[in-house]
Structure formats: structure tokens, C-alpha cells
């Protein structure tokens, strides 16, 4: 089984409703290690030789968290530019990362039409994700088709926990239980 390392950004996660849900599905996992940067790190003071250690270890890096400001919350992106060090994740000599693979699972208040030409958001939401996926790549790890829940804040309780259930299969390693189209 993969050993997966969960960056978990949520800046309230007493307030989270979905993303709450998740991380206790990936923490009831053997093979699964939960670092909850805003419970570890409240000061933004990021210990990088031990989130170095536990990035070594990983075959599987997940980055989850709510999307803010159409990215990442500020200590994840803090995370990344003070642990993703040259020569150690990117670089000619940095190879520590190679062949991870890295999977973003993210939510969004925004419900799916918000993220279009005509709606609120005004771009489909992978135009704002190249950022992600190009740090994954100059750091030589292998992308993943992103997990995405839209509306999360209304979404049904059956599509939270379908959706709960296909991250947990997703973190176990399984194929989904059927078809899934956030
Ligand atoms: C500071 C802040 C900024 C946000 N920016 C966005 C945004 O840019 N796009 C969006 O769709 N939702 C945005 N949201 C809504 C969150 O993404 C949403 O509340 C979250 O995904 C719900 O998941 P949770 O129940 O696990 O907290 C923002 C929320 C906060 C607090």
C-alpha cells in the first residue's frame, strides 16, 4: 500500500464542513499521515527538516484545503516556500520529490457554473490551478487529475459523502466505487 502524506490547510477547521469530513475519513487510514499545518504551525514558523522527512517518506502527496482567493490558504503557500527548498525539491540536484505522485483535493465555495465564462468566477476552475501543477512538475512529480467538490458549503449530504468515500478510495489506493464527476 502507498504511503500518503496529507498537507491539510484549513484555517477554520471547527467551521469546515466538508473538508472536515475528509480529513477524518484519510486519518482513519493505516497507511495515511494527517499533518494539519494550522494546528502545527499557528506562528507560520514551518519546521522544514521535518516536513522534509515526512515529504521523503510519501509516495503519494496530497495537498487539501478549502480554495481561498482562488488558491491556496496563505500557510500552505508559506509551506511551499519554505520547505520546497532548491537542490532538495527542484533543481538539477534536487530530486527528493521525483516520481511522487501529488494529488490536489480541493473545495470551493462556488458551485460548478460559478467557474465559467458567464459565471461569478468568470474561468472554468482549472484555470486557476497551472500554479499547482507546475510546482508538481519542476519539483518531478507525477500530477494527478485533481479531486474537486464545488458548493461545498451547500452541496447535499449524499454528494459529501460520495464525496468523502472517493477520497478515501483514492488515499487506500482503490478505483472508485463508480462513476465520479465533481
Ligand atoms: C478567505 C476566504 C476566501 C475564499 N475564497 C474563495 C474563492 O476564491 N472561491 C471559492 O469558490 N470559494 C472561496 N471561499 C469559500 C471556501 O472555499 C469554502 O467555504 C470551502 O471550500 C468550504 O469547505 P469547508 O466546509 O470544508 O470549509 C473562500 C473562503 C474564505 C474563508
Redesign the pocket.
Same mark, same amino acid.
Given at each position: 500500500m502507498s504511503r500518503v502524506l496529507v498537507l491539510y490547510a484549513? &484555517? %477554520?477547521p471547527q %467551521? &469546515? =464542513?466538508?473538508? =472536515?469530513q +475528509?480529513v477524518a475519513a484519510a486519518r482513519s487510514l493505516p497507511n495515511v499521515t494527517v499533518n494539519e499545518l494550522y494546528e502545527l504551525y499557528p506562528d507560520f514558523v514551518i519546521d522544514v527538516a521535518r516536513e522534509q522527512a515526512l515529504l521523503a517518506e510519501a509516495d503519494l502527496i496530497v495537498m487539501q484545503h #478549502? !480554495?481561498?482567493? /482562488?488558491?491556496m #490558504?496563505s500557510l500552505q503557500k508559506e509551506w511551499l516556500d519554505q520547505v520546497l527548498e532548491h537542490g532538495w525539491a527542484y533543481g538539477k540536484n534536487g530530486n527528493m520529490l521525483k516520481g511522487k505522485r501529488f494529488l490536489l483535493a !480541493?473545495?470551493? @465555495? @462556488?458551485g460548478a457554473g %460559478? /467557474?465559467s465564462a458567464q459565471g461569478e468566477?468568470g474561468y472554468p476552475l482549472a484555470a486557476f490551478l497551472p500554479p499547482y501543477r507546475q510546482t508538481a512538475v519542476l519539483c518531478k512529480m507525477q500530477w494527478l487529475e485533481p479531486l474537486v +467538490?464545488?458548493g461545498? =458549503?451547500q452541496a447535499d449530504e449524499a454528494a459529501v459523502a460520495a464525496h468523502v468515500d472517493a477520497y478515501r478510495r483514492m488515499l487506500e489506493g482503490m478505483p472508485p466505487s463508480a462513476p465520479f464527476h465533481p
Open positions: 484549513h &484555517s %477554520a %467551521a &469546515s =464542513r466538508v473538508n =472536515r +475528509m #478549502p !480554495i481561498q482567493w /482562488y488558491g #490558504p !480541493i473545495t470551493t @465555495g @462556488g %460559478a /467557474y468566477h +467538490m464545488h461545498a =458549503r
